[in-house]
């Protein structure tokens, strides 16, 4: 089975401060791997996806993340956080259900704070 | 109304009530999820549905109860709830494409926060 660990539960950077935060999955097959984000009171918003192809794989709001096979990582990464980028950051491994959809496993999370 | 919405955003129900979360996407896409979100503990997959099917019932307990009345709808029923069952619960959809369903992108709604006093 599927597995994500996020081991940072929080995480405090200052504004204009470059961001990585990690995600490290379990998965017996070529996964499929996305990071989300979500603000207070939102559900999740897709920040970027790696299905195959370039490792580096750029997202929305000047986001990117690189899938690294030999680590089993797919680290998120920012160059300059912006105090707006406060939320909570999930990963999350995602493998196809005998009769459709997406079975999406999570981490736990990475809540970051943004200091001014 | 574009997107995934959900209905209601805040629902607090006593024990012995019965009450229902709605979802509505907007989308076209043809799978619908239930995800339940608590604190300190990773989303749980609860139930999802493919074209109006339901593929994957992840051991949850019997006092939730899905319902897909098309590819547009998704209703979670409650009754008899517990203390424990207060969360935030997201429904998703997505649209199942040739890439395999491991690449189905999900798009989630804001949530219903459920408080069962």
């Known amino acids: 089975a599927q597995s994500v660990t996020q081991p940072d539960i929080h995480i405090t950077v200052s504004e204009g401060a470059s961001l990585e935060l990690r995600c490290n999955y379990s998965y017996g097959a070529t996964p499929y791997l996305f990071w989300y984000v979500q603000s207070p009171g939102q559900g999740l918003q897709l920040l970027l996806k790696?299905?195959?192809?370039?490792?580096l794989v750029q997202g929305i709001k000047g986001f990117e993340a690189e899938f690294k096979r030999s680590q089993s990582s797919f680290n998120l990464r920012k160059p300059s956080v912006h105090w707006s980028d406060a939320a909570e950051y999930f990963c999350a491994v995602g493998a196809g259900l005998t009769g459709g959809g997406n079975k999406l496993t999570f981490g736990t999370g990475t809540q970051l704070k943004v200091e001014l | 109304e574009t997107g995934v919405t959900q209905t209601p955003r805040h629902l607090v129900m006593g024990m012995t009530n019965k009450k229902s979360l709605k979802c509505e996407q907007h989308l076209g896409h043809n799978a619908m999820y239930w995800y339940k979100q608590s604190a300190k503990k990773p989303l749980e997959l609860m139930f999802v549905?493919?074209?109006?099917?339901?593929?994957e019932n992840n051991s949850v307990p019997s006092r939730f109860s899905p319902e897909c009345p098309n590819s547009s709808h998704l209703f979670l029923h409650l009754h008899t709830l517990q203390p424990e069952d207060s969360a935030l619960y997201l429904c998703?959809?997505?649209?199942?494409?040739?890439?395999?369903?491991?690449?189905?992108?999900?798009?989630f709604g804001a949530g219903s926060r459920l408080t069962v006093l």
């Open positions: 790696y299905f195959s192809g370039d490792t």
């Open positions: 998703a959809s997505s649209q199942d494409n040739l890439a395999g369903g491991g690449a189905n992108v999900l798009t």
């Open positions: 549905y493919s074209l109006e099917e339901r593929v």
